[in-house]
């Protein structure tokens, strides 16, 4: 009789030592290590305390996102991505010419998100970008964004390509044909002196390009031309066809911030973006797993 009282005795504090031992994230996600997190949005418990990242620290995390993050900045549900990159790119180059792309043609509702220019600066995007996990395309001038290129290698560095987008932003089509290689390909080759990689797609200023702007850029090794079909303004996206996204839309985006969009900040911008894309049940690729 003694031991059996001393065996219920032992249980019962194992049971109250298992329920006072606090759960990790994991459970709160279930989620597999080394794996987005997806599913239905939840706060983390106050007890376990957010994710800390250290300043400067553009080290992509585990799984592509911080857990939690999307409710800090705004979002319903963390961003979604492609479970994996098409086994063939469905956009391929035909010749010599570049591809003029602005819908890749998928089945699943996915799009692109791309960002021009290089004007603003923001270090808040990097964090967001970081936590969020967030893909996406830079279309760089040397005007513009040449007087800190380690703003946006910072965002490279979280696995986010960087391609040109000129010189000096002209409208192209003004230009001859000489004129449009030095815009295009001297832009290209700081673009792979400043960030080790050869960039293949270009993306043309104000989206005007002609017969002369494919040559010039196919000269110097450009396979894509990206154009848009979605553009974000302050509110909400301008639709080139149509009043929604479609799937494969390659959308158009700024780096802007508060002087030039009243008041908005880019983190602001870019979540109302996030929101609108949400809302309508798309997934967020990268275009580069699917063009050349």
């Not at 080394?34 to 994710?51: K, Q, W």
């Not at 549900?77 to 063939?88: F, I, K, L």
Request: aromatic share 8%; net charge positive; hydrophobic share 35%.
């Amino acid at each position: 009789m003694r031991w059996r009282t001393v065996t219920w005795a032992l249980a019962g504090l194992l049971l109250t030592s298992c329920a006072q031992e606090p759960r990790s994230t994991d459970e709160w996600f279930h989620s597999r290590r080394g794996e987005p997190v997806y599913g239905t949005p939840r706060a983390l418990p106050e007890r376990h305390g957010r994710e800390s990242v250290a300043p400067g620290d553009d080290a992509a995390p585990p799984g592509g996102a911080v857990p939690g993050a999307y409710l800090k900045w705004g979002l319903a549900y963390p961003v979604s991505v492609p479970a994996g990159r098409p086994a063939r790119k469905p956009v391929q180059q035909e010749g010599e010419l570049p591809a003029v792309v602005s819908r890749v043609p998928v089945k699943d509702k996915t799009v692109f998100l791309t960002f021009d220019d290089g004007v603003e600066k923001d270090p808040e995007f990097v964090r967001m970008a970081r936590e969020l996990g967030l893909p996406f395309s830079m279309f760089l001038t040397e005007e513009d964004a040449g007087n800190n290129y380690g703003y946006f290698k910072r965002l490279q560095r979280l696995g986010n390509p960087v391609h040109g987008h000129t010189l000096t932003h002209p409208d192209l089509t003004r230009l001859d044909l000489a004129g449009q290689r030095r815009q295009i390909c001297a832009q290209q080759e700081r673009i792979e002196r400043r960030f080790g990689a050869r960039s293949t797609v270009f993306r043309p200023p104000y989206g005007k390009y002609d017969a002369a702007t494919l040559r010039a850029a196919g000269s110097c090794g450009v396979k894509t031309v990206a154009m848009w079909q979605a553009d974000m303004k302050i509110d909400d996206f301008q639709y080139r066809e149509g009043a929604r996204l479609r799937p494969g839309d390659i959308v158009l985006a700024h780096f802007r911030g508060p002087k030039m969009q009243k008041g908005r900040t880019m983190t602001e911008m870019v979540a109302t973006m996030l929101r609108s894309i949400q809302r309508q049940g798309y997934a967020i690729g990268r275009l580069e797993d699917y063009v050349p």
